[in-house]
Nanobody
Framework: QVQLVESGGGLVQAGGSLRLSCAAS????????MGWFRQAPGKEREFVAG????????RYVDSVKGRFAIFRDNAKNTVYLQMNSLNPEDTAVYYC???????????????????WGQGTQVTVSS
């Protein structure tokens, strides 16, 4: 298991930016595929972005392509989600997750991830 702690959420106006961070401990971070998910009130959890262990593969949900960027710093055991051009539809609790070791692809399915952070709230006002 990996311990994951998110930070960086908050309240921002539409059009603004936030950077989320997720600090990991407990397992070799550099070997883990990492993902960001979000859950808005009354909605199912949604994959937002994922990045391979070496950073060479990144995947995004269509609604954030061109606005969000996921990247990692393996020396700091941290994965980031840079969120630009935020809109009210981005309002949700954002969760960091690590994919089960041994998987090859960056999965968009939450069931492929076995460790989750506690979440950080992002609220975008119009």
């Amino acid at each position: 298991q990996v311990q994951l702690v998110e930070s960086g959420g908050g309240l921002v106006q539409a059009g603004g930016s936030l950077r989320l961070s997720c600090a990991a401990s407990g397992r070799t971070f550099s070997s883990l595929t990492m993902g960001w998910f979000r859950q808005a009130p009354g909605k199912e959890r949604e994959f937002v972005a994922g990045i391979s262990w070496y950073g060479g593969i990144a995947r995004y949900v269509d609604s954030v392509k061109g606005r969000f960027a996921i990247f990692r710093d393996n020396a700091k055991n941290t994965v980031y989600l840079q969120m630009n051009s935020l809109n009210p539809e981005d309002t949700a609790v954002y969760y960091c997750a690590s994919e089960t070791p041994g998987r090859v692809a960056v999965s968009t399915d939450g069931a492929a991830y076995d460790s989750w952070g506690q979440g950080t709230q992002v609220t975008v006002s119009s």
